[in-house]
């Protein structure tokens, strides 16, 4: 078992990062949101670190805007390549281990429904300017002699007082729970994943020790997404009021991918089993239907800049 008592957060105030601070809360934690510390800002984070002495940095910071990213190259490489540069020598200098995350858009996804989930050892091939980021990000962490990175994909699960930018699932949620019909992808296969169990297996991977390097951890199985958008509905008790779209009637300025499903073979053999996306869905939306009729307010929020 690893000795970690002081841990780092960047990007505590996202979806990711609020759920990380609730899986480590029981540890000395310096959460920092983009307020508080830029990560673009080589001095500060090294102040941060050098103050903060931390056994554990966690990354939860990115720009995930995937179509603006095109018109925005420098500032998508600043904070998902660049920044993780920095972090992941502040780690080593420190001699911390360092967290971060990847994503599935590192892949060209061009397989159909029927193909083998993507392991660790697939070839990336990315197909947009956030992809590329995301994944030169991935090998600047894994200079870092003690990093994990932990690819995600989809993420849901947003607090019930959020006041961000929400996710294509949380989107497709509160719009079905309102009556309206939503647009959902019958061509995008995805493996969802549950921002409470990736912040799980994260303090996983760091208690136990497991062998550094790149883990998929997203939750088990894989769907389209207008196959997901319908177990929503069935669990919700609402009519699945949605609206099949395929990604060549949706103008988007940056390519996705088509089939990003995910193995967690990997995971798993150190000793974690992510649930299923199936179970994830049921948990995230039970939690939230408590919340309601305790009379917690779920607020809309803003729906994310980009479609998944």
């Known amino acids: 078992m690893s000795e970690i008592r002081r841990v780092l957060v960047t990007g505590s105030s996202g979806q990711l990062g609020t759920a990380i601070l609730g899986a480590f809360s029981g540890r000395h934690v310096a959460a920092h949101t983009h307020g508080s510390l830029d990560i673009t800002d080589i001095e500060a984070v090294t102040r941060a670190v050098a103050e903060a ?12 805007l995937v179509d603006e990213a095109e018109n925005r190259p420098l500032e ?7 920044a993780v540069r920095t972090l992941a020598r502040a780690a080593e200098e420190h001699g911390a281990t360092l967290v971060h995350y990847g994503t599935d858009f590192v892949f060209a996804g061009l397989g159909g ?8 050892s697939a ?20 200079e870092s002699p003690r990093a994990y990175v932990l690819r995600v994909e989809s993420l849901f699960g947003m607090p019930a007082d959020w006041k961000g930018r929400r996710g294509s699932l949380d989107t497709i949620v509160a719009g079905l729970e309102a009556g309206r019909e939503m647009p ?19 303090r996983h991977l760091v208690d136990v020790a497991a062998p550094y390097g790149l883990y998929h951890c997203v939750n088990s ?18 009519p699945p009021r949605l609206k099949p779209i395929a990604t060549e009637d949706v103008r988007l300025v940056a390519s996705r991918p ?5 193995s ?14 199936q179970d994830a869905l049921r948990r995230w939306l039970a939690v939230r239907r408590l919340l309601v009729r305790s009379g917690v307010d779920v607020p809309g929020g803003r729906v994310d800049a980009h479609i998944e």
């Open 53 to 64: 002495r931390p056994h554990l940095i966690i990354n939860c910071a990115a720009f995930n």
């Open 76 to 82: 998508a490489f600043g904070i998902n390549a660049f």
């Open 113 to 120: 429904p029927d193909g083998d989930p993507y392991d660790e």
């Open 123 to 142: 070839a990336p091939s990315p197909r947009s300017v956030y992809a590329a980021s995301k994944l030169v990000g991935e090998w600047l962490a894994l």
């Open 184 to 202: 959902a992808f019958t061509d995008r296969t995805i493996s969802p994943s549950y921002v409470i169990d990736v912040a799980a297996a994260t």
């Open 221 to 238: 199985g894989h769907a389209t997404w207008y196959q997901v958008a319908t177990e929503a509905a069935e669990l919700l008790g609402v």
């Open 258 to 262: 088509r089939f990003c499903a995910l």
């Open 264 to 277: 967690n073979r990997k995971l798993a053999a150190a000793g974690f089993e992510m649930p299923t996306w």
